[in-house]
């Protein structure tokens, strides 16, 4: 489909989204059938250089504690979750420079050798850590653009700019990697032209994958006092990127089902078909706040089978 900037301001407006969302579902449906893939998400540090000011696990906020698994810790969990019945293990964390990249390296190649996909989230690193651990074995990396408005970015990243992190999604592509891109809805600051340029970046990127998810203000950043993200604007936006992208993995983002868990539901009508379950060990589960929220302690097979439940409960299959 050919959309324009315009075409695609107008449609994200329109008073009544059923026909778009129809179509967004009907085209999941024919490109990725009746699956859900259930992901495996791993956070193993918030440890961080970075200063986004959205994001609670940004470095001036002292108020959180910082935690860090040791290799040996992220391995097992992981392995955990694959004994369990993942086939993606996502590692995401802060940019935490205390793991050599040879750890994260080794951590791949053996979970790997036991058979699962692995997706990196770890944020911006140098060309040649991408490569490397590209020729561990990873196979996705997940690094969203967040908002493709130059200006709001700088606003918000005051010690980075969109290019830089354009630059890295295009290394990662080049690389061979799955692309995972995506943004927020919501951003105090974007308007339905930012949207709509987010959702052709994504294009233009020839993202694989990509999450889209409103943003939720933490008590403990600058962005205190700015409202939440419009869930219903979060549906729009990714049926339309089911629309640009037909082949595209989406997710239905944790932060959707932290706001609304019937959205969260209904996105999967929308077209997403991924979904990401928190692995994370218990104990350090809530200190990965990047936006504060309800987490259960559920083991790893527990959460696993009651995100199976929630999906059968949909109809659709899990994977
Ligand atoms: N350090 C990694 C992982 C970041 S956290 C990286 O830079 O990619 C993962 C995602 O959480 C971010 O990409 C951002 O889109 C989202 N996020 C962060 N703060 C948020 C907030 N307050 N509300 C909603 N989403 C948020």
């Given at each position: 489909m050919n959309f324009t900037r315009e075409s695609i301001i107008q449609l994200l407006a329109q008073e009544d989204f059923s026909p778009i969302f129809q179509e967004a579902d009907a085209l999941r449906r024919t490109r990725k059938g009746e699956e859900i893939q259930i992901r495996a998400l791993l956070e193993f540090s918030n440890h961080c250089r970075r200063m986004c000011q959205y994001c609670g696990l940004n470095r001036t906020n002292t108020a959180l504690p910082r935690f860090r698994l040791e290799p040996g810790e992220i391995l097992e969990t992981a392995l955990e979750a694959v004994e369990a019945g993942y086939r993606t293990v996502v590692l995401q964390s802060g940019?935490?420079?205390?793991?050599k990249p040879e750890d994260i390296g080794t951590i791949v190649r053996e979970i790997k050798r036991h058979g699962a996909a692995v997706t990196l989230s770890c944020g911006e690193v140098p060309e040649e850590v991408f490569r490397y651990w590209r020729e561990c074995g990873a196979d996705r990396y997940l690094l969203k653009h967040e908002t493709a408005d130059p200006e709001l970015y700088a606003r918000l990243h005051p010690d980075s700019s969109l290019e830089a992190r354009v630059h890295c999604l295009r290394i990662i592509h080049s690389l061979g990697y799955e692309t995972g891109g995506g943004f927020m809805i919501g951003l105090p600051g974007q308007t339905m032209e930012t949207v709509a340029a987010d959702l052709l970046l994504l294009k233009e990127l020839d993202c694989h994958m990509a999450g889209i998810g409103p943003f939720i203000p933490h008590?403990?950043?600058?962005?205190?006092e700015a409202s939440s993200g419009s869930t219903e604007l979060t549906k729009r936006a990714v049926a339309l990127a089911r629309l640009l992208l037909p082949e595209a993995n989406l997710p239905a983002t944790t932060s959707l089902g932290v706001l609304d868990s019937d959205e969260k539901r209904s996105v999967f009508d929308c077209g997403a078909n991924v979904i990401m379950q928190k692995v994370t060990p218990a104990r350090v589960r809530k200190l990965y706040e990047i936006y504060p929220s309800r987490l259960t302690d559920r083991t790893i097979s527990a959460g696993r089978q009651a995100v199976e439940e929630e999906i059968r409960g949909l109809g659709r299959i899990p994977v």
């Open positions: 940019e935490d420079g205390w793991y008590p403990e950043t600058l962005l205190r």
